[in-house]
């Protein structure tokens, strides 16, 4: 995963005709810093978001398990935002979609897409029913 980090840092600094020397300016990090970084050393994430930063890149923290449906939604749209996304899975009204995207995205912003969404009963109703299974999680003390 840092190896990953690094190599994408570098990438968009070559891809971007940027020196180390402008990157260190940039960033506010040394250059033998950078220099070290790049030939062997680790560094801690404040450092590694200065450089981010400096190149127009964001560090993110993402699932470790793609999102896994039953139905590919995005067949003919592989970059499907996940708003239209959610719109398609409210459509289909498969259960195990809805809890999959509940999973993936997160209860808050699969309610926000569904308040916004005119979606067929069936699909409220399960998503009520994921809610009250959420809440009833919560209160013996899981984490949602």
Same mark, same amino acid.
């Given at each position: ?8 840092? +570098? ?9 180390? !020397? ?10 033998? !810093? ?9 560094? #801690?994430?404040?450092?590694?978001? &200065?450089? $981010? ?7 993110? $923290?993402?699932?470790?398990? @793609?999102?896994?449906?039953? +139905? ?5 749209? @592989?970059?499907? @935002?996940? #708003?239209?996304?959610? /719109?398609?899975? +409210?459509?289909?009204?498969? +259960? /195990?979609?809805?809890?999959? $995207? ?17 979606? @067929?009963?069936? !699909?409220? &109703? ?16 899981? /984490?949602?």
């Amino acid at each position: 995963m840092f190896s990953d980090i690094k190599a994408a840092l +570098f990438d968009a600094c070559k891809a971007q005709g940027i020196s180390l !020397s402008e990157l260190a300016r940039r960033s506010g990090v040394p250059r033998e !810093s950078i220099s070290r970084l790049q030939h062997r050393q680790d560094a #801690d994430f404040a450092t590694l978001a &200065r450089l $981010a930063d400096a190149l127009g890149l964001e560090l993110a $923290a993402k699932p470790r398990h @793609p999102l896994a449906l039953q +139905f590919n939604y995005a067949w003919a749209n @592989p970059g499907m @935002p996940r #708003d239209r996304q959610l /719109a398609a899975i +409210f459509q289909r009204g498969i +259960f /195990a979609d809805l809890l999959e $995207a509940v999973r993936f995205w997160g209860w808050d912003a699969v309610q926000a897409v569904a308040q916004i969404e005119q979606i @067929p009963p069936e !699909s409220a &109703r399960m998503l009520a029913n994921i809610e009250a299974g959420l809440h009833q999680a919560a209160g013996q003390g899981a /984490a949602c």
